[in-house]
């Protein structure tokens, strides 16, 4: 019997590793990143990938991207609600972890049609507010890797519950703008 599988709210049995989806659902992940925090939890205050998220779709817009690739910013690290994330400079030594994260995003960007959103600005919006964020909460030292030029950034510092409400509005309103 295959053991390899983890419970959501939506779903009994949610294989990791073969990822239908049918299986994913926004609930979920919207659950779970608002419960995720931030730098593997090691921060001062309680901030979670949700609100992250949020403000990673907030910029894109406001630099005026595409739509989809606004929406793709809001979803960016949906596969953390799967998989806990692993802080990058560990996951970059771990290969399995990285093929496994990479399939269920594949999945992911299927299910909400994300494929052919700008990933390279996404990705470009994600480092620069890692610095921006860790600057806010005193993290930041001189022995990172450059993630770019830092934001100009409101931080709300969400509680979970609130960043799930957040986060479901902001899907339901770009959703409805695609």
Known sequence: ????????PAVPQFYFLNPKPEDIHIEDIACALSKTCRFNGLIPVFYSVAEHSILVSKI?????AEMLTVFAGLLHDAEEAYLPDIPSPIKKVMTEAQRIYFRLSLIISEKYGINYAKWEAIEDIDRRLCTAEARALGIWNDQWDDTGESLEVDFFWLSPEDAEEVFLKRYAVLRDKL
């Not at 894109?60 to 005026?64: A, F, H, M, V």
């Open 1 to 8: 019997m295959n053991r390899n599988f983890i419970t959501t």
């Open 60 to 64: 894109l817009e406001k630099q005026g």
